[in-house]
Every structure is written in structure tokens, then in C-alpha cells.
């Protein structure tokens, strides 16, 4: 019985899904719709049966009774009326009175009777010419038999003796009349009790109609109800079990499963919908290994990269924890690799790279992990080397050899010959008690100790390269919020002449640590200079001396002192470096000949071109120049000459010695003999001692800074000293 169900309930529901969803539902919606227009209809239909019944009742029965009862009602008028006319009954108490009753009450009743009787013939004619069951139609000729007896045999008869007044005949008539009236009255009541009986018939067969409708709406709407229910079961499954299926698809792929069977069973949206999805997942499938390398391996290279080191790292890590086993990892960093990138191309470099990581795989066990960090750095760990450290490191040191050999061998690139070199730096591990990321930081420290020792160089990690970094890294970070945290503070160091006369001073940096107290500018200036740090703070240095300067020029005692301000190499360079200057000079307003900028020979030389633009269009504005340090860089006579400088430094290097040293003495007399034919003045840093300042005033440097006079402090203390050297 269910089986011939179950296959008309598939067969529909293949059916819709070559449907449309947007037909499927204006078919659902528009059989709804003729549903409704149904059981309107029949519920219109069943109204309009009982509405018939209810009216057949009214008209084809109720009248009629209403016409027989208005009949027997003037029938039993008359006997009354000819009764009172009689004198037997009171017509208003229905009493007996004394028999009096003249001609003209005896005449207007037989008038009366007269009347009804015309009116109880025009209702039986009206009753009798309507449709009449059989039945009815026996009834009602008993009836009129019965009546026109009692009419024509007694009644009429009983009139005429009334208006005749012949009470006696009257009487005799009138006892006639009542007894046919009695014989009559029987019929009258079996005709409206058929009436009666007729009515109730009809009033029921309308209820029945009604219920019946009513039956029949109720079983159309339930049917309409369970056939609604079950196209919309079968709509939905149709939609919702495909969409079920596409849901379950997709979290397959989600999950990496592009091998899932995906049925395609119509041409509906949905079915559209699953063919595009098996399209989709056969493109997943086929490029899966193309996104995993490209997710775990190096486009370049083909190596893996640092996502998949890291797995592999912290896999050999978990395995020596549980074999006792040492590992080793090996950080390389090719050398002047940016060079060749820069002079010969980026297709170049990146031959380059392919090639060393082929030599780097090739000089490895299978077992063995190389990966490229990025750049020009690679990675290798070795796994499983041996229980004992010292084997182990002599394992790991000897690959690492084999590594650099191999990177050492020449390279043809674009078809010319190319040498290339490696600095490696290595770390052996053993369990976990190293992290990965603190595994991966030692042996990049090593690998910088390498390049730092000269290049193409293996180097161990040293925890003490380690601890030094981590100081610098600490210095790096304190040092940037030193000067918003006013850490600084202005030391100077008098200069003098050789009449003993104060000339000024040079600005020096100091940085006092809350920690560590007086921090020394060779201990942080070279940090400051590599992280840009040192921008801000030279320019807040230039505008503490230049605020100075315009205090001092309000004392007569101070207000011929000259500052001397350090720039250092990455202040100079900058392309703003001379706006910077001005606007210092502007906002303060100090006389900028009493400013002296200091620059190395090194910064002066780096850009010759730029550095004399520089110099001269900030001499225009009355700033003077002194070279420090001189001696002990590379400048040349040629460009010399052609710096705008005032003054050279001589370095504390050469005044040392310069009273024992014959050859210091020289340079010295040299560096002095040459300032002065150039017309460039020339002060000596260094002096210690007054020999030192005996013999360079002998050979012509009049103008001195050093210990002798006194070291860097601060201004207070310089300007006690400055006041009483004046004084002296």
C-alpha cells in the first residue's frame, strides 16, 4: 500500500527539482490559491442550499399556515358573531346577557359573517392554487367538503333568517351550523397540523443541508490541509535537502576533503549551484599541493619556509627530548649579497639564491631540514647528531664547513664568473628547555659574531655576545625616552689661549641613567646615531647651547664665550640639516659667530659636493666650522682647500706623545705649519700637562682644551672656573 506512495512521492520530488524555485513556489501559491477559490465555492454552495431551505420553509409552509390559521380564526369569528347575534353569548365578555338583540345588531352581524366568509374563500383560493403535495391536496378537499357543507347547509342559511329576522330558523339554523362547524374543525386542524409537520421537515432538511456543507467544508479544508502539507514537504525537501548537502559539501572542504561525491539531480537554481561547487572543489583538489607550498615552501627556492621550519623545529625539539639526542641549528646569511642585487640585477641575486640552496641541500642528509628565511638567508637544522655535546658541536661544525666550502665554490651568473662567501653562525639544542624562538635568536647572534670577525667565518654561540646584545637592545629602548624624560643634561670643557684667557667651551653630551648614573656619550652615541634617535637630541643640544649663549650675552663676563657644538654624521646628512640651524638661530636670536659647529673628517668627506653647500650657506649666516678629530681620517690637501672650515682640532691622539714622540711632534708641526698657510685657525684637544702646552705653543697653536685647565662638568661649575680664570 505505501510502496506505490513512496514512488509517486519520489517521482514529484525529481520532478520539482527540474523546476525552477521560483516556479515551484508560484505553483505552490497559485494551488493555494484554487484551494481557497474551492472551498469558497462550496461553502457559497451550501449557504445558497440551506438559504433555499430556509426560504422554502417560510414561503412554501409558514404562509400557508398563516392562511389556514387566519381561516379557522374567522371560522370560529362567524360561530361567535352568529351566536351573539343570537343572543346566546356577549360578543365583548363572552358572558351570557339578557336575550335582547334588535334587527339592525342582528343585520351588521350577518354582514360580519357575510365578509369573513368572502375572506376566508379568497385565502382558500389563494392557498389551494399554490403547489399542493397529494397528500396536501386530500386534506385540503376534506377540508373544503367539510366547509362548504357548514357554509351552504347552515351558515348562509342562518344569515338569511338573521337579516329576515326570523330568530326561530335562525336558531335552527345556528344549532345546524354548529354542528357542521364541529365536523369541519377536525379537518382545519389535520390540514395545519400537515402544515405544521410539512414546516419541520423543511426547517430540518435545511439543517441537515447546513450540516452537511458544513461536513463538507471542514473534510475539503483537512484534505486541502494534508494535500498543502505535503507539496510543501516535498517543496521544502526539495530545497532544503540539496541546500543540506551543499552545506555538508562544504564543510568537507573546509576540512581539506576535495574528493567528496557531489550528485547532480536537476536544473534548478540549487542544482546550478552544486554543479558550480563540483567545479570549485575539483580546482581546490587540483591546486591543493599548489597552495600548501605556497603556504609552507618558498616560491623561489622551493625551501621551506619559516612557517614550516618552525613545525619542523619544534618536532626535532619534542624528538631530542625524548631520544637525548643533540640537534644543531645553522643560521646563513651570504655575504655582499645586497651588492650584487644593486650592480647586477634582481634576476641575478636571485639565481644566486637558487644556487646556494641547491649546494646547501646538497652537502645535508635527507633527514635534514634547509630553509630560507628570506632574503638572502637561509637555515639549516640537523637532527640526531649525537648523545655527547662535544661530538655533536664537531657533527654540526663539520656540516657547516662542508656548507661554506660548497657556497665558496665559484658561480657562473649571466655568464661571468662569481665568488661568493657566507658567514654561519650555530647553536646546538637538546630537549626543550630552549624555546624555538630563543634557538632561532642564538644562532642569529652567532651568525652576526661571524660576519662581525671578518666574514666567511663558522662562529659557536657565545652567551656573552648574547648578554652584550641584550644590554644594547635595553640601552636602544631606555635611549628613546630619554630625552622626553629630560635624562640629558650639557657638560662643558673650557678653552683657553695661551695668554690664559677663556675663549669658550666645547658642548658635551652626558645621559644620566636613573640606573646606571653618568652614562658616557662613546656608550650611547653610536646607538643614537643607528636608530635616528640621535635627530632629535642633536637638535635639542644645538638649541640648550644656543639658549646659553644668548643667557651669557647679557654679562659682560660671559658675553664673548664661544660655544663649540658636535654634529654628528647622520645630523649633517640630513636634507633639512640647515633650516634646522637657522630656525635654532631665529628662535633664540644669539649672535651665531659665537657658534662653532664641529664635524669629522670622515662626515665632511662623505659627500664633498653637498657638505660644501652646506657649510657655506650656513657661514653666510656667520657660522663657523671646526674639523675634529684632524689627523686620523682620510682627508686630502685637494679637498681641504676647499672646505669652508676656520679651525682643525688636532687629535688628543697626537698630543699625547707629542714631548717624548718624535714623530707625533712632527705630524703636530706639520698639522700647525699647514693651518696657518691655509689662514685656518687650530686648537689642540688632549693637553694634559704644561709641557704638552709649552711645546705646542712653540710650534705655533695658541689655543688649547684639555685636563689641564679642567675636564667636561656642568655649567655652573664651568662658569665658577671660567669667572676665576678671567680673573687671574
Request: net charge negative; charged share 20%; aromatic share 6%.
Amino acid at each position: 500500500m505505501f510502496r506505490p506512495l513512496k514512488q509517486f512521492h519520489f517521482f514529484i520530488t525529481r520532478l520539482l527539482l527540474n523546476v525552477n524555485i521560483g516556479v515551484r513556489l508560484l505553483m505552490l501559491m497559485g494551488l493555494a490559491a484554487f484551494v481557497a477559490l474551492l472551498l469558497a465555492w462550496a461553502g457559497i454552495q451550501g449557504l445558497g442550499a440551506s438559504k433555499e431551505s430556509l426560504r422554502s420553509v417560510y414561503e412554501d409552509r409558514m404562509l400557508p399556515v398563516q392562511h389556514l390559521a387566519k381561516i379557522a380564526s374567522l371560522m370560529l369569528d362567524n360561530r361567535v358573531l352568529l351566536l351573539a347575534a343570537l343572543g346566546e353569548v356577549s360578543v365583548s365578555t363572552g358572558q351570557h346577557p339578557a336575550l335582547l338583540m334588535n334587527s339592525m345588531a342582528s343585520s351588521a352581524a350577518a354582514d360580519t359573517i357575510e365578509k369573513n366568509i368572502e375572506t376566508i374563500n379568497s385565502l382558500w383560493h389563494h392557498y389551494t392554487s399554490s403547489a399542493l403535495t397529494p397528500a396536501e391536496r386530500t386534506l385540503a378537499n376534506r377540508f373544503a367538503e367539510s366547509r362548504g357543507t357548514y357554509v351552504k347547509a347552515a351558515l348562509l342559511p342562518a344569515v338569511m333568517a338573521l337579516r329576515a329576522n326570523h330568530y326561530d330558523v335562525a336558531k335552527m339554523q345556528a344549532a345546524r351550523a354548529l354542528e357542521l362547524y364541529d365536523l369541519a374543525r377536525p379537518d382545519a386542524q389535520a390540514l395545519s397540523q400537515f402544515q405544521f409537520d410539512t414546516a419541520r421537515e423543511a426547517y430540518a432538511e435545511g439543517i441537515r443541508r447546513f450540516e452537511l456543507t458544513r461536513l463538507l467544508a471542514l473534510g475539503a479544508l483537512g484534505v486541502a490541509i494534508l494535500i498543502m502539507s505535503w507539496l510543501g514537504l516535498i517543496l521544502t525537501a526539495s530545497i532544503v535537502n540539496p541546500l543540506q548537502q551543499v552545506i555538508a559539501i562544504f564543510r568537507r572542504i573546509s576540512n581539506g576533503q576535495y574528493d567528496s561525491v557531489i550528485p547532480v539531480e536537476g536544473r534548478d537554481e540549487i542544482s546550478k549551484v552544486m554543479l558550480a561547487l563540483g567545479e570549485m572543489q575539483t580546482r581546490l583538489g587540483v591546486n591543493e599541493k599548489a597552495i600548501h607550498r605556497l603556504a609552507f615552501y618558498d616560491p623561489l627556492t622551493n625551501l621551506p619556509n619559516r612557517r614550516l621550519l618552525r613545525d619542523r623545529l619544534q618536532r626535532a625539539l619534542a624528538v631530542s627530548t625524548r631520544n637525548r639526542l643533540y640537534g644543531a641549528v645553522l643560521m646563513i646569511d651570504l655575504d655582499n649579497f645586497k651588492s650584487i642585487n644593486d650592480s647586477r640585477g634582481h634576476e641575478v641575486g636571485d639565481t644566486l639564491l637558487i644556487e646556494t640552496a641547491r649546494r646547501i641541500q646538497s652537502c645535508v642528509r635527507q633527514s635534514d631540514t634547509v630553509a630560507r628565511l628570506g632574503g638572502d638567508e637561509f637555515v639549516v637544522m640537523l637532527a640526531d647528531l649525537n648523545p655527547d655535546e662535544a661530538q655533536a658541536a664537531l657533527q654540526a661544525e663539520g656540516a657547516g664547513a662542508k656548507i661554506l666550502a660548497a657556497i665558496n665554490q665559484p658561480c657562473l651568473l649571466a655568464n661571468q664568473l662569481h665568488h661568493s662567501s657566507a658567514s654561519m653562525g650555530l647553536c646546538l639544542f637538546l630537549g626543550e628547555n630552549t624555546s624555538l624562538d630563543d634557538l632561532l635568536k642564538h644562532a642569529d647572534i652567532s651568525m652576526y659574531q661571524a660576519k662581525s670577525s671578518g666574514r666567511n667565518a663558522l662562529r659557536f654561540y657565545d652567551p656573552q655576545v648574547q648578554a652584550s646584545l641584550e644590554t644594547h637592545i635595553a640601552l636602544e629602548s631606555e635611549l628613546r625616552s630619554a630625552l622626553p624624560n629630560h635624562q640629558f643634561q650639557l657638560y662643558y670643557q673650557i678653552q683657553m689661549d695661551n695668554l690664559h684667557g677663556v675663549l669658550g667651551a666645547e658642548v658635551l653630551l652626558r645621559w644620566e641613567h636613573p640606573q646606571h648614573g653618568l652614562v658616557l656619550p662613546h656608550q650611547f652615541i653610536p646607538t643614537a646615531e643607528e636608530t635616528g634617535v640621535i635627530l632629535p637630541i642633536g637638535e635639542w643640544v644645538l638649541r640648550k647651547a644656543c639658549e646659553q649663549l644668548k643667557e651669557w650675552e647679557i654679562d659682560p663676563a660671559t658675553e664673548g664665550f664661544m660655544l663649540s657644538v658636535n654634529v654628528s654624521a647622520r645630523q649633517f646628512r640630513q636634507p633639512d640639516f640647515v633650516d634646522v640651524v637657522c630656525k635654532v638661530l631665529a628662535q633664540t636670536g644669539i649672535n651665531p659667530q659665537r657658534l662653532k659647529l664641529e664635524l669629522t673628517e670622515s662626515l665632511v668627506l662623505h659627500n664633498i659636493v653637498d657638505t660644501i653647500d652646506k657649510m657655506k650657506t650656513l657661514n653666510q649666516h656667520g657660522i663657523h666650522f671646526s674639523m675634529d678629530d684632524f689627523g686620523t681620517g682620510y682627508s686630502s690637501l685637494a679637498h681641504l682647500t676647499s672646505l669652508p672650515i676656520q679651525q682643525l682640532k688636532i687629535d688628543r691622539s697626537f698630543v699625547r706623545n707629542i714631548v717624548t714622540n718624535d714623530r707625533d711632534a712632527v705630524i703636530v708641526q706639520t698639522i700647525i705649519g699647514m693651518a696657518n698657510n691655509l689662514g685656518v685657525a687650530v686648537i689642540a684637544e688632549g693637553v694634559e700637562t704644561e709641557e704638552q702646552r709649552t711645546c705646542l705653543e712653540q710650534f705655533g697653536c695658541l689655543t688649547y682644551q684639555g685636563y689641564l685647565w679642567g675636564k667636561p662638568m656642568p655649567l655652573r661649575e664651568f662658569e665658577e672656573l671660567a669667572l676665576q680664570a678671567s680673573t687671574a
